[in-house]
């Protein structure tokens, strides 16, 4: 009989083999989950994402944290050219299956591996909270991207309505790990979203880390009450 190793659950330390581990173990149905704890808002935050990127045909976009690649594809339509990365060799083997017509490559936020100034737009979403330096992470993508090249940060936040927030953090603190123990293959890692986005900064905090990180103009707008929000920057 084969043992099978036991799911992991990374710590809020973030530590980059436990957070990919952490990952490789949901990969199988994470697309599936994120559709069922977002009640379909994923599709909606995906298409906000590319919207504020402004592509344009022949431009060259950086996924990072491209997990399955779902939003690579999105990014690479219309002719632009997508390419995803990722630290998570699980999820990228995932996502080559469903998705052999992406671009999906290896890669950690700290190190990418690409040349300075390779792309016209970058975009991590739903990944930045997960990276041990944020800081490195930003000043990486800044990089990687030309002078006067986007960046897109689509990541949870902070809901602006009081009352909305109370309840949105019952969901997450309460029902999320429920959900997640009926749909996701490591229901654990669940646990731990729930609790790093509580500890996530705001909006506003958010934009003074980008902009510290070689990125100006530093914007944002929310979706869906706060519960995300898309930061808009050029690089400096």
């Given amino acids: ?65 491209a997990g399955t690649g779902v ?46 100034g390779t792309f016209d737009a970058v975009t991590i979403s739903f990944a930045l909270r997960n990276v041990v330096d944020t800081g490195g992470a930003l000043a990486e993508l800044a990089r990687v991207t030309r002078p006067g090249g986007r960046l897109v940060v689509c990541e949870f936040s902070r809901p602006t309505n009081p009352a909305f927030r109370t309840v949105y953090l019952s969901y997450l603190m309460r029902s999320v790990p429920t959900v997640a123990r009926a749909v996701a293959s490591n229901p654990d890692a669940y646990v731990y979203l729930a609790e790093s986005i509580r500890q996530w900064p705001d909006q506003s905090a958010l934009a003074g880390r980008i902009v510290a990180n070689g990125w100006r103009s530093a914007q944002w707008r929310n979706l869906t009450g706060g519960i995300v929000a898309l930061h808009r920057a050029v690089r400096g």
């Fill in 1 to 65: 009989m084969t043992n099978t190793p036991p799911p992991v659950r990374a710590s809020l330390d973030k530590q980059p083999a436990e957070v990919a581990a952490m990952f490789d173990g949901v990969a199988g149905r994470y697309d599936l989950t994120n559709t069922v704890i977002s009640f379909g808002q994923d599709r909606y935050w995906r298409r906000a994402t590319r919207s504020a990127l402004r592509l344009r045909a022949g431009d060259r976009v950086l996924d990072v944290g």
């Fill in 71 to 116: 939003s690579t594809a999105e990014l690479g339509r219309h002719g632009v050219w997508a390419v995803g990365s990722d630290i998570s060799l699980g999820m990228l083997r995932a996502g080559r299956r469903v998705r052999p017509d992406v671009a999906l490559l290896a890669g950690d936020a700290l190190a990418l591996p690409f040349p300075d």
